[in-house]
């Protein structure tokens, strides 16, 4: 890249390109939250400087609109008045065609947040779900409308925990997982599903997360369910399992070493990308946090095939007993060694 950076964005365009903005960055002029973004040419392997965001910002969430622009919100960085190192009220919209930033509506007062988790719903709204502000941590959502450019701060039930450092998934059925994240106290194992519909939250299952965590990933995968892989808890620790959000049954399934998780060890700070082929990456990453119980840096890849049906961990056989509603046994799928 162009800029040392992390607590970026990365965003896949229509043409195949993808956007990088903003994040944390340490250089021979400042240290702190950076406006600059740049574009990756996958073709030619080379990062191109695209013009810089209005404000800074960094842990922000950016997500691709229907018609191939990208909204950018939240972070922290820069405020609407221009005060720095705070949660940013502030959102803008990247306009692909021609390479420019346009500045959207900014969020109500109290409604300003960073370190959030971002879908677009299906009736085209965008959902900014919990994180944290001068408050503490939030279990509020920002609600963002592209086609009246306006915010909402209470059209959506508060959450039934305060997090951040959480991930949120939009299910193929227009429902939205939230798993894991951080409560204000540490890792929490918190899971609930937002239904749109009704504005209503409900737990996934009577019991959660089997290792809390938080700036973890979550994938969806083809088949509808989402799969949750490390993250980090507050003494440094790195969940070594693979936890698999069953939709159908509304339950988990858990996976360690051989029999699903990472064979080259436990890791935070990565990226995890399904790929068309089904496959899925794992990538880079740490096995800890500095001055954890860990500070070396993966620089490899992890290859594995999303699971479809796996087989259920006892955790989840021990509930069948309970609730008629276990998922049915298969085959597990494990992740082959590093490439």
């Known amino acids: 890249m162009r800029h040392v950076r992390d607590l970026h964005s990365a965003t896949l365009l229509p043409n195949g390109r993808v956007l990088i903005a903003g994040g944390f960055t340490t250089n021979a002029i400042s240290t702190g939250s950076t406006n600059t973004a740049e574009i990756y040419y996958p073709d030619t392997r080379v990062f191109i400087e695209t013009t810089p965001m209005i404000s800074s910002r960094s842990n922000h969430t950016a997500i691709m609109l229907p018609d191939g622009r990208v909204f950018v919100a939240g972070g922290f960085g820069t405020n609407s008045l221009l005060q720095n190192d705070v949660a940013s009220d502030t959102a803008e919209i990247y306009v692909s065609t021609n390479g420019r930033w346009m500045a959207a509506a900014n969020m109500p007062a109290g409604c300003e947040r960073a370190v959030h988790a971002t879908v677009q719903l299906k009736d085209g709204r965008i959902a900014m779900f919990g994180g944290i502000n001068a408050s503490g941590v939030l279990d509020t959502t920002a609600v963002y409308t592209p086609v009246t450019n306006t915010w909402s701060c209470a059209s959506v039930a508060a959450m039934p925990t305060p997090l951040r450092s959480h991930s949120a998934t939009l299910l193929f059925d227009g429902r939205v997982l939230i798993a894991g994240g951080n409560d204000g106290l540490g890792e929490a194992n918190k899971a609930f599903i937002y239904d749109p519909r009704s504005n209503t939250w409900a737990a996934t ?38 936890e698999v959000f069953h939709v159908n049954a509304s339950s988990w399934v858990t996976f360690t070493g051989v029999d699903g998780g990472f064979i080259a060890g436990a890791r935070a700070f990565h990226t995890m990308t399904l790929a068309l082929n089904n496959k899925l990456y794992a990538i880079g990453g740490s096995d800890g946090l500095v001055g954890g119980v860990g500070v070396s840096l993966y620089t490899n890849v992890e290859r594995g095939t999303s699971p479809p049906r796996p087989t259920p961990s006892r955790r989840t056989l021990l509930r069948a007993s309970a609730s008629p509603r276990s998922p049915p046994p298969a085959r597990r799928r494990s992740f082959p060694g590093p490439t």
């Open 205 to 242: 299952d009577p019991l959660p997360l089997l290792q809390p965590r938080f700036s973890h990933t979550a994938t969806l995968l083809p088949n509808g369910n989402v799969m949750i892989t490390g993250g980090s808890q507050k003494f440094g620790d790195v969940p070594e399992s693979v």
